[in-house]
């Protein structure tokens, strides 16, 4: 990540923590004003919320730090353990706000003020919509991970602070009972399926998951359009943060001297910048016909694409 896309995204991450502020103080009143348990369940969204970019905002800074000694891969993975500590976060808080509704149903009480309580939530949906813009601005700019999952979970805030709007309404104009506490339960469930989604994404990361088989075959397609690559073996990828990295081995003519097979290794390297630019590549030279026995028998041995020999015509 470089130093100015590190700057734009920590500004976001700044944003979502001066949002997630002010609407947690403004939900604990509503909260306390009303009763709501659908507003203490947002209430407790947006505290995880200000913690959540509290946590962003550290990942993005650590994960834009260039590479030192003891880390020469970068601090990339930052990001997925902050998104980790996440998770813990909001599994605690769904579990708290369930049990809270499920103890309410069985002695329902009406809320009070159920204007103010909307009026809280209306207030909510607008301070989470400029926020949102905000943020899909600096993801077009930097393609950052990090902010884009926050994106994600404030988008899950609309449709929160949609549902206490209901609770309410249901529970105190059309003396629906049971709303309240039914539309929590439902809060606790939508955070908890959040917390499932953050969390295989982070494990996908600390454990080095292949990109999608699409990225892999477009990245190939790129690298084959040298028309004296013989072929790719050996082929592996992962993700770090918002920082990619491609390793693989490519064969040239047998024939061909050191010098001129180092530059058509430049040019395919070229090539791959140009269409993958946050990607870094390690590229192993082999001369045709050699193939390095792996040391693990899950490596893929020869990951050339069908259509590469009719392509170049080899």
């Known amino acids: 990540m470089t130093r100015a896309n590190g700057r734009l995204t920590s500004r976001a991450a700044l944003a979502s923590v001066a949002v997630a502020s002010a609407l947690m103080v403004l939900k604990a009143f509503a909260a306390w004003h009303t009763g709501s348990v659908a507003m203490l369940g947002s209430l407790a969204d947006s505290g995880l919320d200000l913690l959540a970019s509290l946590v962003t905002l550290y990942g993005v800074r650590l994960a834009a ?26 599994t605690a808080s769904a579990a ?19 204007g ?53 309404v249901l529970d105190q104009y059309f003396r629906v009972k049971g709303a309240d506490p039914l539309f929590g339960i439902a809060i606790a469930l939508w955070l908890a399926w959040g917390a499932f989604q953050a969390s295989s994404q982070a494990i996908d990361q600390l454990m080095d998951r292949e ?69 870094e590549i390690l590229i192993h030279l082999d001369p045709e016909g050699h193939i390095d026995e792996p040391d693990n028998p899950l490596v893929e041995a020869d990951v050339t694409p069908p259509w590469f020999g009719k392509r170049l015509g080899v």
């Not at 590479?67 to 993975?77: C, E, M, S, V």
């Not at 353990?81 to 813990?88: D, K, P, R, T």
């Not at 530059?263 to 993958?276: G, N, Q, T, Y």
Request: charged letters at 20%.
């Open 65 to 90: 730090t260039p590479a030192d000694d003891d880390h020469r891969f970068g601090h990339g993975k930052a990001e997925a353990l902050a998104a980790l500590f996440q998770v813990a976060l909001i």
């Open 96 to 114: 708290g706000i369930g049990w809270r509704a499920v103890v309410s149903l069985n002695g329902v009480q009406a809320t009070d003020d159920a």
């Open 116 to 168: 103010f309580g909307i009026a809280v939530s209306v207030v909510a949906i607008v301070a989470t919509f400029g926020l949102l813009a905000y943020q899909r601005r600096i993801i077009a700019q930097t393609g950052s991970v990090a902010i884009r999952a926050d994106n994600v979970h404030y988008q899950s805030d609309l449709l929160l602070n949609l549902s206490v709007i209901g609770a309410l």
């Open 211 to 279: 990109w999608p088989e699409a990225e892999r075959d477009a990245f190939l397609e790129v690298a084959a359009r040298h028309p004296e690559l013989r072929g790719i073996h050996d082929f592996r990828t992962r993700r770090s943060g918002s920082h990619d990295f491609a390793q693989f081995h490519m064969c040239v003519a047998r024939d061909m001297t050191v010098a001129d097979a180092h530059d058509v290794m430049d040019a395919v390297e070229d090539r791959i910048r140009a269409a993958f630019p946050k990607v």
